[in-house]
């Protein structure tokens, strides 16, 4: 059984596609053609990609319907309109955002990112160099040496906050405002303490780390 | 060429014709006013002012010619039958209250008689050729008022006749001729009259002069429309014209103003639906392409697809940039500045697209200092910048592999954001020509938030700097150097 997707697209050539496409990667896909049932229909879904440009109800109302019905429901917009045009009324509700034409990778890739920051994560283990990490039982065992890695909580929240972010790289301000949930003070030396602490856990060399990389100016990133 | 005719106004109710009465009046105002003006004064004075405000010195002056002629003429007749003794006593008496006069009389043998202080060179005797001769002395050759009257005030009494003369100099003019009061009274409203026309020319030029100046403001003035308002038009002369004229400017303006605008938002509508049409097959297409990609192919028919792609990818860039473009210029979106820390928006920026250029094989040179960087500007517009610029780093300086991200102190002190690439410059501009549009809204969203751009493009590479417009002017500066 996949993880569940509603997709709402009124184009019937996009449609099959996508549809198509998805279900080659593995998801459970309900297509509707327009956006009258969707609320019904994305029951037991994990997410939901919707299109704009629907006939009768448009995408912005559907989605603001799903939303107020499942508020940690997250949702993907596809848009054939500009993405300033669409960003501004669209971000408002949707989580992500994929304007077309879109590349299939791209949007597997961003709908990977929105099921693990809500919290879908698959029960098979994921695999990051040596580490075998257990997202829903919060374990993560060194393949070296078959061991547990114990995280304390702040260590372990960073960690996952990244891994939610497979692949993206996130600024300092971000991680600790994700994880903290306080605005960023600048020179702020807490997120680097802590990041030193779990590199010197996670990592088989800290000096060279390999999971938790450093992209110089910008912030860290896990990669896949 | 043809002269244009000027358009003919009536003659009643213009400026010309209220001018030219003003000019008449002043004209007539010397042969018709001036004169009507004196008998006016002249019968005034007799009638009003003479009974009203009597001349004091009139009663009580003796030494006016009126009245020494009157006097002389009742004395002569009272004197009617009286002998020579008694006259001469007469004269005596008046000689004494009359001091200044000299009188002398004679008698009807024709003696001369003198009963007072006899300063006169006179005759003893009175005969025809005396009489030539004192007039010579007298009366003509000397600036002498004499009044001669026969005794009884009748010739033919033949009682002889007396004589009085005074100097002229004694006497108080009077009569017909002005005293200086009267003088300065006429003098006065002649004084009057000129300043009258001076102040009726005068509210007339400055009247006009008003109106000609609320015209002037009137067309400086803007409503929100950027369109003068029409003027509140009172007189139908010259200027009423005018402003009428203006009127009618306006309303055509406003008109083509109209008509322009709803062209303008016809036209937006037309690229904006046209983009959202083009992107739908667009999408199809890719999705075509893509799929083909995963049949067997030969090594030329994968590489035909990789363009492919490459220029799909291109392509919906462009229709991204010219309805961004599009939805910019039309207001839809207004700015919502506010502080914030510029370096963050440039990191978290450059965080999203690192992927991108490490699988373009891009070198990313980022150093950006640790301290906030505080500028007043709508963060999701500056994004929109930095993507802009990224893009064009991808798309056009491929060849460089490079881009880089510094902070950079200007001469003036400020700190500028310098996104540099080793491309081939902007005027290589790799053979694709989609960077103009793009830099026109990274143009215009920077000219909006009050920053410069300051793009110095080589063959070297292309340097952008980024800083707040502090005294200089916003927007974009090239300067390309090819």
Redo the contacts between chains.
């Keep these: 059984m996949g993880i569940h997707l509603l997709y709402i697209e009124d184009?019937a050539?996009?449609g099959t596609?996508?549809n198509e496409?998805l279900k080659s990667r593995g998801y459970e896909v309900t297509w509707l053609q327009s956006g009258e049932r969707a609320v019904e229909k994305a029951a037991g879904c994990r997410l939901v990609i919707l299109d704009v440009?629907l006939p009768g109800l448009d995408g912005f109302t559907v989605g603001q319907r799903l939303k107020k019905a499942y508020p940690d429901l997250p949702i993907l917009m596809l848009s054939?309109?500009?993405?300033?045009?669409d960003?501004?009324e669209g971000l408002q509700f949707a989580d992500d955002y994929v304007?077309?034409?879109?590349?299939?990778d791209e949007l597997a890739a961003r709908i990977e990112v929105l099921l693990r920051r809500s919290g879908s994560f698959s029960s098979e283990p994921l695999t990051l160099k040596h580490l075998h990490v257990y997202e829903r039982e919060n374990r993560i065992v060194n393949n070296d040496t078959g061991e547990e890695i114990l995280l304390t909580g702040k260590q372990f929240q960073i960690f996952t906050y990244l891994l939610r972010h497979l692949?993206?790289?996130?600024?300092k301000?971000?991680i600790y405002e994700g994880v903290w949930g306080d605005p960023y003070l600048?020179?702020d030396k807490t997120l680097m303490v802590h990041i030193r602490y779990l590199r010197e856990k996670v990592e088989r060399d800290p000096a060279n780390p390999e999971i938790i990389e450093t992209?110089?100016?910008?912030?860290y990133?896990v990669k896949a | 060429m043809r002269k244009k005719k000027l358009p003919q106004s009536r003659f009643r109710g213009s400026l010309l014709s209220r001018y030219l009465l003003i000019i008449v009046i002043a004209l007539l105002f010397i042969p018709v006013v001036f004169p009507a003006s004196l008998i006016g004064y002249q019968v005034v004075q007799s009638m009003v002012v003479d009974n009203m405000f009597p001349e004091p010195e009139a009663k009580n002056d003796p030494y006016t010619t009126m009245h020494l002629e009157k006097m002389w003429h009742q004395e002569a007749k009272r004197l009617k039958g009286n002998t020579p003794e008694m006259i001469d006593a007469r004269i005596g008496e008046l000689q004494a209250s009359y001091s200044k006069v000299d009188m002398f009389w004679v008698d009807a043998k024709s003696r001369v008689r003198q009963p007072g202080t006899g300063k006169l060179k006179l005759p003893q005797t009175w005969e025809a050729a005396d009489a030539v001769a004192y007039m010579k002395r007298y009366r003509e050759a000397t600036q002498q008022f004499s009044v001669i009257a026969f005794i009884g005030d009748d010739q033919k009494l033949n009682q002889g006749f007396m004589v009085m003369q005074v100097s002229r100099s004694e006497l108080r003019t009077g009569g017909y001729e002005m005293s200086a009061r009267t003088s300065m009274i006429f003098f006065g409203i002649i004084l009057f009259m000129f300043l009258l026309f001076i102040a009726v020319s005068w509210m007339f030029f400055v009247n006009m002069r008003r109106r000609l100046l609320r015209l002037q403001s009137a067309m400086t003035v803007q409503d929100g429309r950027g369109l003068p308002d029409p003027i509140l038009i009172r007189k139908t002369d010259e200027i009423g014209q005018l402003e009428h004229a203006f009127n009618g400017m306006v309303d055509r303006l406003g008109g083509s103003l109209k008509r322009e605008r709803e062209e303008a938002e016809l036209r937006k509508r037309l690229i904006a639906n046209l983009?959202?049409d083009l992107?739908?097959p667009?999408?199809?297409?890719?999705?075509?392409v893509?799929?083909l990609q995963k049949e067997q192919l030969s090594d030329k028919g994968r590489q035909l697809l990789k363009l492919t792609e490459t220029k799909?990818g291109d392509l919906?860039g462009l229709i991204?940039n010219l309805?961004?473009y599009n939805?910019?210029t039309s207001g839809?979106?207004t700015l919502e500045p506010e502080r914030c820390d510029v370096l963050?928006i440039v990191?978290?920026s450059?965080?999203?697209w690192?992927?991108l250029w490490e699988k373009e094989g891009f070198e990313?040179?980022?150093?950006?200092p640790?301290?906030?960087l505080f500028w007043i500007i709508d963060p999701?517009w500056f994004r929109?910048i930095l993507d802009n610029l990224f893009q064009n780093a991808v798309r056009h300086a491929r060849s460089g592999q490079y881009i880089g991200?510094h902070a950079r102190a200007l001469p003036s002190g400020q700190t500028a954001i310098l996104v540099s690439d080793k491309g081939k410059g902007m005027a290589a501009s790799s053979g694709d020509k989609g960077a103009g549009i793009g830099l026109a809204i990274v143009g215009f969203l920077a000219r909006e938030m009050g920053l410069v751009m300051d793009v110095n493009s080589t063959t070297q590479g292309t340097n952008i700097l980024i800083y707040q417009a502090a005294g200089t002017e916003p927007g974009l500066k090239l300067a390309n150097k090819a």
């Design positions: 184009d050539e996009i596609w996508v496409d440009m054939a309109r500009t993405s300033i045009d960003k501004l304007t077309k034409p879109f590349h299939p692949g993206q790289i996130l600024t301000e971000q600048d020179g992209v110089r100016g910008v912030g990133r | 983009s959202h992107r739908t667009l999408t199809v297409i890719r999705s075509h893509y799929s799909l919906s991204d309805l961004s939805l910019l839809k979106y963050r990191r978290e450059a965080a999203a690192y992927p990313a040179d980022i150093d950006l640790e301290e906030p999701q929109r991200l």
